[in-house]
Protein backbone atom coordinates (compact mmCIF):
# COMPACT_ATOMS: atom_id res chain seq x y z
CA UNK A 1 0.00 0.00 0.00
CA UNK A 2 1.26 3.87 -0.77
CA UNK A 3 0.59 6.29 1.63
CA UNK A 4 0.02 9.82 0.33
CA UNK A 5 2.58 12.51 1.20
CA UNK A 6 0.56 14.22 4.39
CA UNK A 7 0.26 10.32 5.84
CA UNK A 8 4.13 9.60 4.99
CA UNK A 9 4.62 13.12 6.67
CA UNK A 10 2.32 12.15 9.72
CA UNK A 11 4.05 8.67 10.58
CA UNK A 12 7.90 10.68 10.11
CA UNK A 13 6.78 13.16 12.58
CA UNK A 14 5.80 9.94 14.94
CA UNK A 15 9.83 9.02 14.59
CA UNK A 16 10.68 12.89 15.08
CA UNK A 17 12.00 12.99 11.92
CA UNK A 18 12.20 16.74 10.74
CA UNK A 19 9.19 17.97 8.43
CA UNK A 20 7.25 21.03 8.28
CA UNK A 21 4.28 22.00 9.73
CA UNK A 22 1.39 21.74 6.82
CA UNK A 23 -1.93 22.54 6.31
CA UNK A 24 -4.35 19.16 4.47
CA UNK A 25 -7.09 20.69 3.08
CA UNK A 26 -9.53 18.32 1.58
CA UNK A 27 -12.37 21.36 0.11
CA UNK A 28 -12.22 24.64 -1.00
CA UNK A 29 -13.69 25.47 2.85
CA UNK A 30 -10.19 24.20 4.04
CA UNK A 31 -8.31 26.80 2.22
CA UNK A 32 -10.20 29.44 3.20
CA UNK A 33 -10.18 28.72 6.81
CA UNK A 34 -6.23 28.00 5.93
CA UNK A 35 -5.90 31.75 4.40
CA UNK A 36 -7.83 33.02 7.46
CA UNK A 37 -6.12 31.46 10.20
CA UNK A 38 -2.77 32.07 9.16
CA UNK A 39 -0.21 35.48 8.49
CA UNK A 40 -0.15 35.07 4.64
CA UNK A 41 2.42 37.47 4.71
CA UNK A 42 5.09 34.65 6.59
CA UNK A 43 4.92 32.98 2.67
CA UNK A 44 5.67 32.24 0.35
CA UNK A 45 4.22 28.66 0.40
CA UNK A 46 4.67 25.67 -1.32
CA UNK A 47 1.17 24.26 -2.14
CA UNK A 48 1.48 20.15 -3.19
CA UNK A 49 -1.56 18.43 -5.17
CA UNK A 50 -1.99 14.79 -3.17
CA UNK A 51 -1.81 11.69 -5.83
CA UNK A 52 0.33 8.90 -5.13
CA UNK A 53 2.32 9.42 -8.09
CA UNK A 54 5.80 11.06 -9.17
CA UNK A 55 6.38 13.90 -11.13
CA UNK A 56 4.13 16.25 -9.79
CA UNK A 57 5.93 19.27 -10.24
CA UNK A 58 6.89 18.93 -13.85
CA UNK A 59 3.42 18.62 -14.51
CA UNK A 60 1.94 21.87 -12.52
CA UNK A 61 1.15 19.81 -9.59
CA UNK A 62 3.42 21.67 -7.19
CA UNK A 63 3.29 25.00 -7.12
CA UNK A 64 5.49 27.87 -4.95
CA UNK A 65 2.36 30.91 -4.10
CA UNK A 66 2.86 34.57 -2.66
CA UNK A 67 -0.56 35.20 -1.76
CA UNK A 68 -4.24 34.25 -0.77
CA UNK A 69 -5.12 34.93 -4.86
CA UNK A 70 -2.90 32.14 -5.74
CA UNK A 71 -3.64 29.74 -3.30
CA UNK A 72 -7.40 30.14 -4.22
CA UNK A 73 -6.49 29.52 -8.23
CA UNK A 74 -4.73 26.19 -7.22
CA UNK A 75 -7.02 24.88 -5.32
CA UNK A 76 -9.70 25.29 -7.29
CA UNK A 77 -7.73 24.35 -10.38
CA UNK A 78 -6.91 21.19 -9.11
CA UNK A 79 -9.44 19.75 -6.07
CA UNK A 80 -11.43 17.27 -7.53
CA UNK A 81 -9.56 17.25 -10.96
CA UNK A 82 -6.93 14.39 -12.11
CA UNK A 83 -3.35 15.14 -12.19
CA UNK A 84 -1.64 13.08 -15.10
CA UNK A 85 2.14 12.80 -14.70
CA UNK A 86 4.84 10.45 -16.32
CA UNK A 87 3.99 7.71 -13.91
CA UNK A 88 0.27 7.62 -13.95
CA UNK A 89 -2.27 6.59 -16.60
CA UNK A 90 -3.42 8.50 -19.02
CA UNK A 91 -6.34 9.81 -17.28
CA UNK A 92 -4.48 10.63 -14.51
CA UNK A 93 -5.07 10.50 -10.85
CA UNK A 94 -7.70 12.21 -9.16
CA UNK A 95 -6.83 15.61 -6.61
CA UNK A 96 -8.57 14.43 -3.46
CA UNK A 97 -6.99 16.82 -1.33
CA UNK A 98 -3.96 19.29 -1.20
CA UNK A 99 -0.73 19.95 1.51
CA UNK A 100 0.32 23.59 1.99
CA UNK A 101 3.44 23.87 3.09
CA UNK A 102 6.44 26.65 4.48
CA UNK A 103 8.52 27.33 1.92
CA UNK A 104 12.40 26.95 2.85
CA UNK A 105 15.40 28.48 1.50
CA UNK A 106 17.35 25.32 0.69
CA UNK A 107 21.25 25.06 0.29
CA UNK A 108 21.42 21.83 -0.66
CA UNK A 109 19.01 18.38 -1.81
CA UNK A 110 19.89 15.18 -0.48
CA UNK A 111 18.57 11.77 -1.14
CA UNK A 112 17.91 9.09 1.20
CA UNK A 113 15.74 5.81 1.27
CA UNK A 114 15.52 2.73 3.08
CA UNK A 115 14.46 -0.75 1.62
CA UNK A 116 14.24 -4.41 1.98
CA UNK A 117 16.60 -6.23 -0.49
CA UNK A 118 14.40 -9.69 -0.54
CA UNK A 119 17.55 -11.13 -2.98
CA UNK A 120 20.02 -10.38 0.13
CA UNK A 121 17.95 -10.84 2.53
CA UNK A 122 18.87 -7.48 4.15
CA UNK A 123 17.85 -3.97 4.80
CA UNK A 124 19.51 -1.68 2.28
CA UNK A 125 19.92 2.26 2.99
CA UNK A 126 21.01 4.29 0.07
CA UNK A 127 21.74 8.24 -0.21
CA UNK A 128 23.00 10.73 -3.00
CA UNK A 129 24.05 14.38 -2.92
CA UNK A 130 21.79 14.63 -6.06
CA UNK A 131 18.22 14.86 -4.61
CA UNK A 132 15.45 16.34 -6.25
CA UNK A 133 13.03 15.71 -9.51
CA UNK A 134 16.28 13.81 -11.29
CA UNK A 135 17.10 10.96 -9.60
CA UNK A 136 15.91 8.37 -11.74
CA UNK A 137 18.14 9.58 -14.55
CA UNK A 138 20.98 10.01 -11.62
CA UNK A 139 20.67 6.06 -10.80
CA UNK A 140 20.66 4.83 -14.08
CA UNK A 141 23.48 7.71 -15.74
CA UNK A 142 25.59 8.03 -12.72
CA UNK A 143 25.12 4.98 -10.60
CA UNK A 144 28.75 5.76 -8.34
CA UNK A 145 26.98 8.74 -6.64
CA UNK A 146 24.56 6.66 -4.88
CA UNK A 147 26.27 5.58 -1.71
CA UNK A 148 24.79 2.66 0.01
CA UNK A 149 25.16 0.91 3.41
CA UNK A 150 23.48 -2.52 4.52
CA UNK A 151 21.57 -3.42 7.47
CA UNK A 152 20.87 -6.66 8.92
CA UNK A 153 17.06 -6.55 10.13
CA UNK A 154 17.65 -9.06 12.98
CA UNK A 155 20.12 -6.43 14.86
CA UNK A 156 19.13 -3.34 13.11
CA UNK A 157 21.37 -0.29 12.57
CA UNK A 158 24.13 1.56 14.47
CA UNK A 159 24.62 5.12 14.52
CA UNK A 160 28.06 4.47 13.21
CA UNK A 161 26.67 3.19 10.19
CA UNK A 162 24.71 6.25 9.70
CA UNK A 163 27.78 8.56 10.38
CA UNK A 164 29.58 6.53 7.79
CA UNK A 165 27.12 7.41 5.06
CA UNK A 166 27.28 10.99 5.75
CA UNK A 167 31.03 10.96 5.47
CA UNK A 168 30.56 9.49 2.09
CA UNK A 169 27.81 12.53 1.72
CA UNK A 170 30.62 14.80 2.15
CA UNK A 171 28.38 16.15 4.95
CA UNK A 172 30.96 17.90 7.78
CA UNK A 173 30.46 19.40 11.39
CA UNK A 174 27.02 19.08 13.12
CA UNK A 175 25.70 17.73 9.98
CA UNK A 176 27.06 14.54 10.00
CA UNK A 177 25.59 13.18 13.56
CA UNK A 178 21.96 15.27 12.03
CA UNK A 179 22.21 12.82 9.68
CA UNK A 180 22.62 9.66 10.68
CA UNK A 181 19.66 10.76 13.65
CA UNK A 182 17.96 11.01 10.57
CA UNK A 183 18.68 7.51 9.29
CA UNK A 184 18.65 5.65 12.25
CA UNK A 185 15.07 7.03 13.38
CA UNK A 186 14.21 6.22 9.62
CA UNK A 187 15.46 2.64 9.70
CA UNK A 188 13.30 1.85 13.42
CA UNK A 189 9.99 3.22 11.46
CA UNK A 190 10.68 1.22 8.73
CA UNK A 191 10.91 -2.08 11.08
CA UNK A 192 8.29 -1.00 13.16
CA UNK A 193 5.86 -0.25 10.75
CA UNK A 194 6.58 -3.43 8.69
CA UNK A 195 7.53 -1.22 5.92
CA UNK A 196 8.76 -2.05 2.46
CA UNK A 197 10.13 1.71 1.11
CA UNK A 198 11.01 5.02 2.86
CA UNK A 199 12.24 7.13 0.52
CA UNK A 200 13.01 11.12 1.40
CA UNK A 201 13.43 13.10 -1.47
CA UNK A 202 14.47 15.45 -1.30
CA UNK A 203 15.88 15.65 2.33
CA UNK A 204 16.72 19.24 2.47
CA UNK A 205 19.44 21.19 4.17
CA UNK A 206 18.56 25.00 4.70
CA UNK A 207 20.37 27.85 5.33
CA UNK A 208 20.72 27.64 8.89
CA UNK A 209 22.20 23.66 8.60
CA UNK A 210 18.85 22.16 9.50
CA UNK A 211 17.18 18.81 7.46
CA UNK A 212 14.08 18.66 6.59
CA UNK A 213 11.84 15.73 5.12
CA UNK A 214 10.46 18.27 1.88
CA UNK A 215 8.96 15.21 0.35
CA UNK A 216 8.41 11.35 1.55
CA UNK A 217 7.12 7.83 -0.49
CA UNK A 218 6.20 5.13 1.75
CA UNK A 219 5.45 1.79 0.86
CA UNK A 220 3.76 -1.19 3.58
CA UNK A 221 3.75 -4.60 3.28
CA UNK A 222 0.28 -5.53 2.05
CA UNK A 223 1.17 -8.99 3.83
CA UNK A 224 2.03 -7.45 7.65
CA UNK A 225 -1.00 -4.90 7.32
CA UNK A 226 -3.31 -7.04 9.62
CA UNK A 227 -0.73 -6.46 12.23
CA UNK A 228 -0.77 -2.77 12.05
CA UNK A 229 -3.40 -1.07 12.90
CA UNK A 230 -2.61 2.35 12.36
CA UNK A 231 -1.76 1.94 8.59
CA UNK A 232 -4.89 -0.42 8.78
CA UNK A 233 -6.91 2.59 9.21
CA UNK A 234 -5.01 4.41 6.77
CA UNK A 235 -6.10 1.74 3.88
CA UNK A 236 -9.36 2.47 4.62
CA UNK A 237 -9.20 5.80 4.42
CA UNK A 238 -7.05 5.34 1.28
CA UNK A 239 -9.63 3.05 -0.44
CA UNK A 240 -12.82 6.11 -0.33
CA UNK A 241 -10.03 8.33 -1.85
CA UNK A 242 -9.03 5.86 -5.30
CA UNK A 243 -11.65 5.01 -7.70
CA UNK A 244 -13.38 1.79 -7.75
CA UNK A 245 -12.50 -0.87 -9.99
CA UNK A 246 -14.35 -0.94 -13.65
CA UNK A 247 -16.62 -3.92 -12.20
CA UNK A 248 -17.76 -2.32 -9.16
CA UNK A 249 -18.93 0.98 -10.74
CA UNK A 250 -21.11 -0.90 -13.07
CA UNK A 251 -23.73 -1.31 -10.33
CA UNK A 252 -23.42 3.04 -9.83
CA UNK A 253 -25.35 5.47 -12.11
CA UNK A 254 -24.04 8.82 -11.54
CA UNK A 255 -25.04 11.72 -13.58
CA UNK A 256 -24.26 15.30 -12.47
CA UNK A 257 -26.58 17.98 -12.27
CA UNK A 258 -26.65 21.69 -12.51
CA UNK A 259 -28.41 22.07 -8.32
CA UNK A 260 -26.74 21.87 -4.96
CA UNK A 261 -27.96 18.93 -3.22
CA UNK A 262 -25.96 16.34 -3.52
CA UNK A 263 -28.16 12.70 -3.63
CA UNK A 264 -27.23 9.29 -2.96
CA UNK A 265 -30.29 6.58 -3.38
CA UNK A 266 -30.64 2.81 -4.42
CA UNK A 267 -32.85 2.14 -6.79
CA UNK A 268 -33.03 4.47 -10.01
CA UNK A 269 -37.16 5.06 -9.51
CA UNK A 270 -36.49 6.03 -5.81
CA UNK A 271 -33.54 8.33 -7.58
CA UNK A 272 -35.63 10.05 -9.58
CA UNK A 273 -39.14 10.18 -7.11
CA UNK A 274 -36.60 11.68 -4.76
CA UNK A 275 -34.88 14.65 -7.42
CA UNK A 276 -38.98 15.32 -8.17
CA UNK A 277 -39.70 16.02 -4.78
CA UNK A 278 -36.61 18.03 -4.29
CA UNK A 279 -37.58 20.72 -6.87
CA UNK A 280 -41.35 20.68 -5.93
CA UNK A 281 -40.44 22.08 -2.04
CA UNK A 282 -37.48 24.28 -3.88
CA UNK A 283 -34.52 22.51 -3.97
CA UNK A 284 -31.92 21.92 -6.82
CA UNK A 285 -30.32 18.19 -7.28
CA UNK A 286 -26.61 17.88 -7.72
CA UNK A 287 -26.59 14.70 -9.23
CA UNK A 288 -28.87 11.21 -10.47
CA UNK A 289 -26.66 8.63 -8.01
CA UNK A 290 -28.10 5.45 -8.21
CA UNK A 291 -25.66 2.66 -6.05
CA UNK A 292 -27.80 0.04 -7.43
CA UNK A 293 -29.46 -3.09 -5.42
CA UNK A 294 -26.06 -5.06 -4.06
CA UNK A 295 -23.73 -2.20 -3.83
CA UNK A 296 -21.19 -3.36 -0.78
CA UNK A 297 -18.96 -1.03 1.90
CA UNK A 298 -16.76 0.20 -0.66
CA UNK A 299 -19.28 1.39 -3.39
CA UNK A 300 -21.04 3.25 -1.07
CA UNK A 301 -18.37 5.21 0.45
CA UNK A 302 -16.92 6.05 -2.76
CA UNK A 303 -20.11 7.60 -4.03
CA UNK A 304 -20.99 9.27 -0.77
CA UNK A 305 -17.07 9.82 -1.18
CA UNK A 306 -17.70 11.28 -4.57
CA UNK A 307 -20.60 13.66 -3.99
CA UNK A 308 -18.59 15.07 -1.07
CA UNK A 309 -16.07 16.48 -3.20
CA UNK A 310 -18.14 17.80 -5.84
CA UNK A 311 -17.68 21.63 -4.60
CA UNK A 312 -20.86 22.43 -6.01
CA UNK A 313 -22.79 20.40 -3.08
CA UNK A 314 -23.67 22.38 -0.20
CA UNK A 315 -25.77 19.77 1.14
CA UNK A 316 -26.45 15.84 1.28
CA UNK A 317 -29.67 13.94 1.13
CA UNK A 318 -29.03 10.02 1.39
CA UNK A 319 -32.14 8.22 0.56
CA UNK A 320 -32.56 4.50 1.32
CA UNK A 321 -35.12 1.94 0.92
CA UNK A 322 -33.46 -0.84 2.19
CA UNK A 323 -34.04 -4.48 0.51
CA UNK A 324 -30.77 -6.33 -0.58
CA UNK A 325 -28.91 -3.13 0.54
CA UNK A 326 -29.16 -3.10 4.56
CA UNK A 327 -29.94 -0.02 6.10
CA UNK A 328 -26.97 -0.29 8.84
CA UNK A 329 -24.42 -1.39 5.49
CA UNK A 330 -24.80 2.51 4.50
CA UNK A 331 -24.77 3.67 7.73
CA UNK A 332 -21.64 2.53 8.39
CA UNK A 333 -20.41 3.96 5.59
CA UNK A 334 -21.63 7.22 5.87
CA UNK A 335 -19.96 7.24 9.33
CA UNK A 336 -16.44 6.01 8.25
CA UNK A 337 -16.22 8.98 5.54
CA UNK A 338 -17.31 11.29 7.48
CA UNK A 339 -14.87 10.68 10.87
CA UNK A 340 -12.01 9.87 8.28
CA UNK A 341 -12.53 13.45 6.50
CA UNK A 342 -13.71 15.42 9.58
CA UNK A 343 -16.76 16.42 7.31
CA UNK A 344 -18.81 18.97 9.90
CA UNK A 345 -18.57 21.44 7.39
CA UNK A 346 -22.02 20.16 5.39
CA UNK A 347 -25.44 19.53 6.12
CA UNK A 348 -25.72 15.69 6.14
CA UNK A 349 -29.81 14.24 6.26
CA UNK A 350 -30.35 10.33 6.42
CA UNK A 351 -33.65 8.43 5.01
CA UNK A 352 -33.20 4.96 6.14
CA UNK A 353 -36.72 2.95 5.70
CA UNK A 354 -36.72 -0.89 5.17
CA UNK A 355 -34.00 -3.90 5.96
CA UNK A 356 -31.99 -3.23 9.30
CA UNK A 357 -33.41 1.09 9.39
CA UNK A 358 -33.48 0.89 13.30
CA UNK A 359 -29.63 -0.66 13.22
CA UNK A 360 -28.98 1.75 10.99
CA UNK A 361 -30.80 4.97 12.73
CA UNK A 362 -29.29 4.15 15.86
CA UNK A 363 -25.70 3.66 14.60
CA UNK A 364 -25.72 7.33 13.24
CA UNK A 365 -27.36 9.12 16.25
CA UNK A 366 -24.58 7.45 18.28
CA UNK A 367 -21.94 8.79 15.90
CA UNK A 368 -22.85 12.20 17.74
CA UNK A 369 -21.78 13.38 14.03
CA UNK A 370 -23.23 16.43 12.02
CA UNK A 371 -26.39 13.84 10.45
CA UNK A 372 -30.53 14.52 10.83
CA UNK A 373 -31.58 10.76 10.46
CA UNK A 374 -35.13 10.08 9.22
CA UNK A 375 -37.67 7.73 8.17
CA UNK A 376 -39.97 9.87 6.50
CA UNK A 377 -39.22 11.26 3.00
CA UNK A 378 -40.49 14.28 2.53
CA UNK A 379 -39.14 15.55 6.36
CA UNK A 380 -35.98 14.79 5.12
CA UNK A 381 -36.25 16.85 1.91
CA UNK A 382 -37.89 19.83 3.58
CA UNK A 383 -34.36 19.42 6.22
CA UNK A 384 -32.21 19.39 3.30
CA UNK A 385 -33.73 22.29 1.16
CA UNK A 386 -34.38 24.21 4.81
CA UNK A 387 -29.95 23.27 4.96
CA UNK A 388 -28.99 24.97 1.83
CA UNK A 389 -30.85 28.22 2.22
CA UNK A 390 -29.55 28.66 5.57
CA UNK A 391 -26.33 28.04 4.14
CA UNK A 392 -26.63 30.29 1.10
CA UNK A 393 -27.91 33.34 3.62
CA UNK A 394 -25.37 32.67 5.88
CA UNK A 395 -22.83 33.22 2.71
CA UNK A 396 -24.74 35.98 1.47
Not at 79 to 89: A, D, E, H, K
Not at 302 to 328: E, H, P, Q, R, W
Not at 382 to 391: E, P, S, W
Request: hydrophobic share 45%; net charge negative.
Amino acid sequence: MNLYEYQAKELLIKYNLPVLKGYLCNNLIDVEQFISSCNIKNGPWVIKCQIQAGGRARSGGVCIVHNTTDILSFSTKWLGNSLITYQTTDTGELVNSILIEPSVKIIQELYLSILIDRDESQIICMASTQGGTNIENIVQKTPDLIHKITINPLVGIYPYQGRILACKLGLSGVKINQFAKIVVDATHMLLKNDLMLIEINPLAVTDNDQFFCLDAKIISDHNAIFRQSELLNICAINKTYNTLPDNQWDSINYVPLDGNIGCMVNGAGLAMATMDVIKSLGGMPANFLDIGGNANKECIMSSFYMILKDTKVKAILVNIFGGIVCCDLVADSIITVLSAYNATYIPVVVRLEGNNAALGTNRLIDSKLNVVVTNNLVYAIQQIVTAVKLNNANIN
